[in-house]
């Protein structure tokens, strides 16, 4: 679908009157020219804010899985638009030697190349340009939070089928709570109908991982030690909230994270981004993103005090 005819069909998709169809036209065209898209009339974050939030996430996900896929990331020509455009440390080729992990991490990157074109395309001139990103010294920084290794020591995310699952498990659940936390605020409909659609895939994804490892940890009981450590340095640097699951045990198994009411949970902008910054004090770089994310949402948030 052309970007034309995407923004044609989000705003007759949301409009039932001439006026409604007027008023969505000029948000469209002020997200173009990039003035006042921070806000709706809900002061809410605007449609085309949540979208280059999730293509910022998109970005860092469709890099570390082609590079580590095929030893290459995106080409030139999907990671320009507005804002400071980056380039990316680390990332090779994966010696897998597993045909299903390669399958795995082949079907995932191609998911994720073409979520950052649908997201581009739906945005147009308003798209944000890929920001800097780590996959190098942001992996070792996590998983010396997370007492993997100890300081000084190197996390390599591609030197073996393992680590990369691992690191794919600290993604993936991250993706489908920053899907679920932004849907309330979206307000077109044909928007929110796109970003269901990527929030479902998101789930698969998770979902193959979370399966994936859960059948390496019954191979070895060690496996579920470092989930575990890698779900609670998510829980503890996202925020207060105590909503981050691992994967059980080999006993009883917990491969779709829930809450009581078997629903996925979502977070908000600001926890995504500690999580991605690897801060929870609520900065606006760092982790991942070493200079920040473009567009309008870029700030994590401090702890909230009692």
Known sequence: MSKNRFISDAINASAETTEDRVKLTDM????ATGTSTATTAEDGPSDASILNFALNLEYLEAEFYLRGVT????PDEMVGGTGTPGQVSGGRQVDFRSPLIKNIAREIAMDERAHVAFLRGALGDAAVARPRISLDHSFTAAATAAGLIKPGEIFDAYANDRNFLFAA????DVGVTAFKGAAPFISNKTYLDA??????TEAYHAGIVRA???SEGLVDDSVFDVVHKISAVRNAVSGPTDDDQDLGTKDV???VPTDENGRAFGRSAAEILNIVYLDPQGGNSGGFYP???NGDIVHGTGPTAD
Do not use: K
């Not at 030893?71 to 995106?74: A, H, I, V």
């Not at 498990?169 to 993936?172: K, S």
């Open 71 to 74: 030893g290459q990331g995106l």
């Open 169 to 172: 498990f600290l993604f993936e």
């Open 291 to 293: 200079d920040g994310l």
């Open 28 to 31: 469209v065209t002020e997200a």
């Open 195 to 200: 970003a269901a659609g990527l929030l479902a």
């Open 212 to 214: 994936t490892l859960f």
């Open 253 to 255: 198994a917990n491969l």
